[in-house]
């Protein structure tokens, strides 16, 4: 069984460029969800995807965008990069969407903005 | 709406004294309840979660936590703290049809 996988682990953008980062969901986990975690903070969830459709959307403007393809991995665009997109991007799948299971996350990808 | 509260954004403990990491919780409805850990540079990695059929739930590395409805608590505990303790702690909470919202984090640091 393999975990949930993400890349790539470090990115370097520059301000205004986009950026696109990759998650392969845990095998039988049909739910992803993309979190956001700033230095020294805890998660902030972003979007959550189910059956290739965006299932629910955090505070986030519309820049943020995502997919979900049909073996259930995902990616994360970001359009127009800020300096306070700086952070570590984290991916999690669980095994369906909704229900008490605990989501399993990837090693995240650290994005640095200048 | 839901939402986490950790008291104490860092605790020091010295080697093999009691860990005890605070988590409050607000939902309109029974909550799932979890802990995570982070290491430096890491992903998160699941202590253990609540999810009603228990209120005392054992978790991986000798962790544990009650869930006290009365109190809105799910503070996390472990009776002898170990060097490979120190790391990131995230209470967080969700319902059946709502995402996971985690908590600030508390910082765990362990003294030899």
């Known amino acids: 069984e393999t975990g949930v996988t993400q890349s790539p682990t470090h990115l370097i953008k520059t301000r205004g460029q986009q950026v696109t980062l990759r998650c392969s969901s845990q095998?039988?986990?049909?739910?992803v969800s993309w979190y956001q975690q700033a230095l020294g903070q805890g998660p902030q969830f972003i979007f959550q995807?189910?059956?290739?459709?965006?299932?629910g959307r955090g505070n986030f403007p519309p820049r943020f965008s995502g997919l979900q393809f049909p073996n259930y991995s995902s990616e994360l665009n970001v359009n127009a990069l800020e300096l306070d997109d700086s952070a570590l991007y984290l991916c999690?799948?669980?095994?369906?969407?909704?229900?008490?299971?605990?989501?399993?996350f990837g090693q995240g990808t650290r994005l640095t903005v200048v | 709406a839901q939402s986490v509260t950790q008291l104490g954004s860092h605790v020091s403990v010295s080697e093999g004294a009691l860990v005890l990491l605070r988590c409050n919780y607000s939902s309109s409805v029974p909550p799932y309840l979890f802990w995570y850990v982070q290491y430096p540079n890491q992903g998160l990695q699941l202590l253990l979660k609540?999810?009603?059929?228990?209120?005392l739930v054992k978790g991986i590395n000798g962790f544990e936590a009650e869930f006290k409805k009365s109190e809105t608590s799910f503070h996390l505990t472990k009776p002898s703290a170990h060097m490979s303790d120190a790391a990131e702690y995230f209470c967080a909470v969700k319902t059946s049809y709502d995402k996971v919202i985690f908590g600030p984090g508390t910082s765990l640091s362990v003294i030899p």
């Open positions: 609540y999810t009603s059929a228990a209120t």
């Open positions: 095998s039988g986990h049909n739910t």
């Open positions: 995807y189910y059956r290739e459709e965006e299932n």
């Open positions: 999690a799948s669980s095994p369906r969407e909704g229900g008490a299971e605990a989501a399993f």
